[in-house]
């Protein structure tokens, strides 16, 4: 498990746009953005689902999901890799509704967490020079 550090939660609670990538049962990509990405926790992202079927069906037979976060104007970002989750009920689903809710987001009924496994620092190659 990685632990988040306080510039992957700033940028992330800041940004709240996750490219979320899953993989399909014929192997191919799937990536749709999530407008609802938040970190939960100092090990977990989460992102809620709201009209995303190919990522629900996708998650159900293979938790493996990477997620992009990205600062345009920064031009950075950071590439999380992880299991998914999908919860419609319990404390977890409770605690997501309250964030959403602190971020003004209402009628969340599902949400993906996202234990993420590895971390890793996304920057432009104007930072090169
Ligand atoms: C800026 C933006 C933010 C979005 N945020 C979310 C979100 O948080 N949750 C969600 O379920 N759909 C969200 N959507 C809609 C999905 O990305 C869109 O319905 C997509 O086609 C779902 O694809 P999928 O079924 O392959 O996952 C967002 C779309 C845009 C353009």
């Known amino acids: 498990m990685t632990t988040l550090t306080e510039d992957m939660k700033s940028l992330v609670n800041t940004q709240k746009m996750g490219f979320v990538a899953t993989v399909s049962s014929d192997g191919s990509p799937n ?3 999530k407008g609802t990405t938040l970190t939960f926790d100092d090990e977990t992202l989460v992102f809620s689902l709201i009209n995303s079927d190919n990522t629900l069906t996708n998650l159900k037979s293979n938790p493996k999901v990477e997620i992009n976060v990205v600062d345009p104007q920064e031009q950075k970002g950071f590439k999380f890799s992880g ?3 999908i919860h419609t009920e319990g404390e977890q689903l409770d605690k997501a509704v309250s964030m959403y809710k602190d ?3 209402t009628n969340i009924n599902t949400i993906v967490l996202v234990k993420v496994n590895s971390a890793v620092e996304l ?3 104007k930072y090169d020079a």
Do not use: Y
């Open 31 to 33: 990536l749709s953005p």
């Open 83 to 85: 299991d998914a989750t």
């Open 103 to 105: 971020n003004g987001v």
């Open 123 to 125: 920057a432009s190659p």
